[in-house]
């Protein structure tokens, strides 16, 4: 196959790494994304890798808050071009549907408003799609905050719980919601906890580090087969991240810290992150 210099490009991006080695190992995998990535990381080169050239539809994140901070929202809008990103009136569209996303479960508000959808389309001109929607509401005692980034191009909603309902005006609460916020929009975990991660990613991950580890020997594998897992865990799972602020510092110590300058106990119960096209 082929090695073209936007397959090249596409790898570069989402590993890091120089032209050079991307276009090596994308001849020796024949020009298969996935092999060359998992190559490169067989050989210690890449320590992960995302799609990150991959294609983004134009359009809007969006997320809405109740004052309450008992119940939010958040949805993907669609369209083909920045120029209509930037139109007041595709803004204003977005803003319209977002208040009406409280009425739709999780992923079931498209349907409900493609009408709206279509009639826009021939307004504006161009395609439109609702493309996702959250809708949450807090159970028990909790609040959830939300963040959008770059403009609409991120956008996160996190659901913290405590015991005392005094804890939602402490300003530390406020600024921990929000850092933590700040945190995913930043690092994109995959997973809240290491219990999430399936049996299947850690057996590809160890065999993928037994790779690099071949001809060390066997009494120390383990070990250092171990470590290289919980690294793993550290770079995936959000509560096992370091801060974004100050990485030396866990988010599971930081919620810690904080929970005790605060005198109360707190704890993340969920996370969303969409990202515009991703």
């Not at 994109?188 to 590809?204: D, H, K, M, N, Y």
């Not at 020997?217 to 070990?223: A, D, F, Q, R």
Request: proline share 1%; aromatic share 6%.
């Amino acid at each position: 196959m082929a090695i073209t210099t936007s397959m090249i490009k596409e790898l570069r991006d989402a590993t890091s790494l120089g032209i050079a080695d991307c276009k090596k190992a994308l001849e020796q995998t024949d020009g298969d994304f996935d092999a060359a990535v998992t190559l490169l990381r067989e050989k210690g080169a890449a320590v992960a890798a995302k799609r990150a050239s991959k294609e983004a539809k134009e359009g809007l994140v969006a997320a809405l808050v109740a004052d309450d901070a008992q119940t939010a929202a958040m949805i993907e809008v669609n369209c083909e071009t920045d120029f209509v990103t930037r139109n007041e009136d595709f803004q204003n569209f977005v803003t319209e549907l977002l208040n009406e996303a409280a009425s739709y479960e999780t992923d079931q508000m498209a349907e409900g408003v493609a009408k709206k959808v279509e009639d826009k389309m021939a307004s504006i001109g161009e395609k439109l799609k609702l493309r996702r929607n959250t809708t949450w509401t807090v159970n028990g005692t909790g609040s959830i905050t939300s963040y959008i980034h770059m403009g609409g191009k991120v956008g996160v909603l996190i659901e913290l719980a405590y015991e005392n309902a005094d804890t939602l005006n402490n300003p530390v609460y406020q600024e921990l919601a929000k850092d933590l916020t700040l945190h995913v929009a930043a690092t994109a975990p995959e997973f809240l906890t290491r219990e999430e991660v399936s049996s299947e990613t850690i057996e590809s991950e160890k065999a993928i580090y037994r790779k690099q580890l071949e001809g060390k020997p066997e009494n120390i594998l383990e070990n250092i087969l171990t470590g290289k897992i919980n690294k793993y865990f550290s770079q995936i799972c959000f509560l096992e991240q370091g801060f974004v602020k100050e990485d030396k510092v866990s988010i599971t110590n930081l919620i810690a810290e904080k929970s005790k300058e605060i005198g109360d106990t707190i704890s993340v119960k969920r996370y969303v992150r969409y990202q515009l096209g991703a």
